[in-house]
Structures are given as structure tokens and as C-alpha cells.
């Protein structure tokens, strides 16, 4: 199974920063690579696929970038929504296995 | 407007058989390319893929849980059942289905999620 290591498991940051978070793949994955949303209580919403590919609906300040095995989520001008927690997926080999998440705290 | 519903026990003893039930609307496996997977996310812990069922039948389980896991659908109910097999505390979690955008190999459309307890 692939293993996909998210850092950092947590962040501290205001309204207005930019932040950005990895995923790093224990094999390369091409960019099948996903990000999603998840706030307490609620389903996990996707974000980004094929590692740079903005669902739609999503701001565009919400954006990924990568290929292989590392790849980052950067969320420019943090609104007070965005504070959840954020999951990678890779979809390159079954199973399509998660990283352990990130939570995207206020500070 | 695609939209999926999990339902099922709430707590189920351990050995038992977990048997959870997808409802969904807006697409159909009668439509080439649909699929529909499981994912569960223990409380506090990551997400965990499970399984998937495509509009052909083909299915594709977790080697983790493999033996343990049946997934199956219903086309003319809109359905996909999940099965868990020998359930343990362990497996004590949050369920969700979710439909699979075609092409993209990811889950855009979550249902809620059932939160399952395995307890004597």
C-alpha cells in the first residue's frame, strides 16, 4: 500500500496569511493526488484533484501544486471557514489511501 | 443534484456483521462510469478507504479488511450495501459512501456518515 505522510498534523494561523501544507507519498503517484476539506462534524468536501485541479465551487484562493511524491495545498488569504482540517488522497493504486490529516487552527 | 444517505445499527456487538446501506439520488449504475466507495474514519483518527462498486459490478476492497468486506449494489434501488464481517472495537467509526467522479478517481459527493459502535 502506498503511505501518505501529511505535515505538519497541525498549524497555527490568522484571518489573512497564506499556509501551506505537504503531502508526501511513500511512492511515486504521478498527480493523482487529492485534497479535501473537513470540518468538525461534517464530511470531508473536495477541494483540489489531479494535485492542481480546483473542484468547482471552490475559492480560488484554495490551490495545489506537485507531482510524484510531494505535493502542497496553499490557502492564500485565510478566511475564518477555511480553519478545518485537511486530508490528501492519492488515487494512483488501490487502495487509495489518505494521509493523517492536518488541522488548520486560529491562532 | 447528487446526494447519498448512509443508514444503519448505530452499535453492533462484537463478532457480529455490520450491514450498511447507501441510498442515493441524481445518478445512476445504470450509467457507464458511476461508481460509489466507502471510506470510515475512526473518532479523532484519519480517513480509511474501503471499498469500491463500479456500474459494471467491478469491486475493489482494502487488502487491510480484505475477507471481511462485501460490497454490493442494487440498481433498481439505488443502493450499495456494505458488509463488515467479525466486527471488533477497533472497527468503531464514522462510515461514509461517496460518489466517485468519473474519470478523476475522486470522491466528490459525500453522504453524512453513520457513526457505528462495536460494544458488548
Known amino acids: 500500500d502506498i503511505q501518505m505522510t501529511q505535515s505538519p498534523s497541525s498549524v497555527s494561523a490568522s484571518v489573512g496569511d497564506r499556509v501551506t501544507i505537504t503531502c508526501r507519498a511513500s511512492?511515486?503517484?504521478?498527480?493523482?493526488l487529492a485534497w479535501y476539506q473537513q470540518k468538525p462534524g461534517q464530511a470531508p468536501k473536495l477541494l483540489i484533484y489531479?494535485?492542481?485541479s480546483l473542484q468547482s465551487g471552490v475559492p480560488s484562493r484554495f490551490s495545489g501544486s506537485g507531482s510524484g511524491t510531494d505535493f502542497t495545498l496553499t490557502i492564500s488569504n485565510l478566511q475564518p471557514e477555511d480553519f478545518a482540517t485537511y486530508h490528501c488522497?492519492?488515487?494512483?493504486?488501490?487502495?487509495?489511501?489518505f494521509g493523517q490529516g492536518t488541522k488548520l487552527e486560529i491562532k | 443534484q447528487i446526494t447519498l444517505k448512509e443508514s444503519g445499527p448505530t452499535v453492533v456487538k462484537p463478532t457480529q456483521t455490520l450491514t450498511l446501506t447507501c441510498t442515493f439520488s441524481?445518478?445512476?449504475?445504470?450509467?457507464?462510469?458511476?461508481?460509489v466507495g466507502w471510506i470510515r474514519q475512526p473518532p479523532g483518527k484519519a480517513l480509511e478507504w474501503l471499498a469500491v462498486?463500479?456500474?459494471?459490478?467491478?469491486?475493489r476492497y482494502t487488502p487491510s479488511l480484505e475477507g471481511r468486506l462485501t460490497i454490493t449494489k442494487d440498481t433498481s434501488k439505488n443502493q450499495v450495501v456494505l458488509t463488515v464481517t467479525n466486527m471488533d472495537p477497533v472497527d468503531t467509526a464514522t462510515y461514509y459512501c461517496?460518489?466517485?467522479?468519473?474519470?478523476?478517481?475522486?470522491?466528490?459527493?459525500w453522504g453524512q456518515g453513520t457513526m457505528v459502535t462495536v460494544s458488548s
Open positions: 461517496a460518489h466517485r467522479q468519473s474519470g478523476v478517481r475522486v470522491f466528490d459527493i
Open positions: 441524481g445518478f445512476s449504475f445504470s450509467t457507464i462510469g458511476v461508481t
Open positions: 462498486i463500479y456500474w459494471d459490478d467491478d469491486k
Open positions: 511512492q511515486g503517484i504521478g498527480t493523482w
Open positions: 489531479t494535485a492542481s
Open positions: 488522497q492519492q488515487a494512483d493504486s488501490f487502495p487509495y489511501s
